[in-house]
């Protein structure tokens, strides 16, 4: 019973439903005269469109039972869409292909004016795509340029940042060292101070060379140029006793001790002519320059007032003094005079004399070897001052000394003070050698 009553209910159903839809309308798009004027007007695309409204309507008949077609229309409008389609087919080649006496004229002329404006077309489209291959060309290459630029400008940015970031860990890297460094040079400090060298170098030895090395480095070049030798030798002499096998200090060590070597060369030069040249080496040198050879009419040994006393005594005793002190300074001295003669004088009166004479000035001749005999002599000698000579009648001269030099001594003062120059520029090379070293 339930089932017949579901039944009837679909029947209900079934009709309302096929009275809804008879009286449903068909949309204007899908009548049969809209699709025979799409078929007719603009082909093809209306013949397309007419063709596919038909279709539809065809499709949804079952929609629209009110405007079901006959089979006679379908068969009638089928017919005339396929005579439609072969006509456009047949007659679009066959007006295209048909010709006359008439037409030829203007088909060419047609022709010539349709190759023309294609030419003028084509003309046309080649310089507009020139100009757009220009214009995209330009366009790419300014977008060239500005991608360069911002990479270029991203480049410097990196860098920039690279280097800031380098100069950040340098100075943070620098100041470690300085706060190294200072409490480094306190213990150097310490270790220096000690007056005993030995103990000083035993405790610079706890602190690493690197360190030392480098607080010699700010302290040494001052002393070097102050040429400060005292310093520098103990500082030194520590360094090397705590460090025998540095390498730092290796080439710094060699140069000071050539400065050593040379300046011992040149303390046993000055020492040498110290005794009988004021200055040492550069007395020697001035003494020895200023030589020249000279003639002097020699007269007497001269003695001191002692010895030249009228008492025998005194005069012995005064004797023995003056022979004394000769052997003590190893110098003689001696009075003598400008060598004169009257040869032009003596042809001038008829005759011809030859001999020599003592003029009228007066010297002391001061020599390290006594004279045999007087008269004339010729020596090379040069000026030492002067001395203040007392005659036996108690009067007093000032005359000027002239010191005795042997070209042999001479020669060899020459070839000593050549060998101190150069060991005085050896200890100049050195130093500023020492200074080099230092600096790096």
């Known amino acids: 019973m339930f089932f017949k009553k579901k039944q009837e209910q679909s029947a209900e159903l079934a009709v309302v439903s096929a009275e809804s839809s008879a009286e449903r309308k068909l949309p204007l798009i899908l009548r049969w005269p809209i699709s025979i004027i799409f078929l007719f007007v603009m082909p ?35 017919a005339l869409c396929i005579a439609f389609v072969i006509w456009a087919v047949v007659t679009a080649p066959e007006s295209s292909t048909t010709t006359s006496a008439e037409a030829v004229p203007t088909e060419q002329g047609e022709s010539q004016a349709t190759e023309t404006t294609s030419e003028a077309t084509e003309n046309k489209t080649v310089e507009q795509e020139t100009t757009s291959q220009a214009e995209q060309q330009a366009v790419s290459e300014q977008k060239k340029q500005e991608e360069a630029v911002q990479a270029a400008k991203a480049e410097t940015e990196k860098q920039q940042k690279e280097a800031e970031k380098q100069q950040r860990q340098e ?119 200023k ?103 108690g009067f007093e001269k000032e005359v000027e000394c002239y010191r005795v030099m042997d070209s042999a001594v001479r020669d060899e003062i020459l070839r000593d003070y050549e060998t101190y120059s150069i060991a005085g520029m050896s200890i100049a090379e050195a130093s500023q050698h020492m200074q080099e070293l230092l600096n790096k």
């Open 44 to 78: 093809p695309f209306g013949t397309a469109v007419g063709i596919g409204l038909a279709v539809a309507r065809l499709i949804f008949n079952h929609k629209y039972p009110k405007y079901k077609l006959k089979l006679w229309t379908k068969l009638i409008i089928s």
């Open 291 to 393: 030589t020249e050879e000279h003639a002097f009419y020699l007269q007497y040994k001269l003695k001191s007032s002692a010895a030249n006393s009228k008492n025998s005594v005194i005069s012995a005793v005064g004797e023995a003094i003056d022979a004394a002190q000769e052997s003590m300074t190893g110098t003689y001295e001696y009075l003598a005079n400008n060598v004169t003669n009257d040869f032009i004088p003596s042809l001038i009166q008829g005759y011809i004399d030859m001999n020599t004479y003592p003029g009228d000035e007066q010297y002391v001749l001061i020599t390290t070897k006594p004279f045999s005999q007087s008269g004339a002599t010729t020596v090379y000698a040069y000026p030492s001052g002067t001395r203040t000579l007392t005659t036996s009648d």
């Open 171 to 289: 100075e943070k890297a620098a100041k470690k060292l300085a706060r190294q460094q200072k409490r480094a040079n306190k213990k150097i400090e310490k270790a220096l101070g000690k007056d005993n060298i030995e103990k000083a170098a035993k405790k610079l030895s706890h602190v690493k060379e690197n360190w030392v090395y480098a607080y010699y480095q700010q302290m040494l070049p001052d002393l070097i140029e102050q040429d400060d030798r005292t310093q520098l030798d103990r500082y030194l002499t520590i360094y090397r006793q705590a460090f025998p096998e540095t390498e730092q200090m290796k080439d710094v060590l060699t140069a000071w001790d050539q400065i050593c070597d040379d300046q011992k060369k040149m303390d046993e030069l000055d020492k040498k002519y110290r005794s009988d040249y004021s200055g040492g080496m550069s007395g020697a040198k001035s003494a020895a320059d």
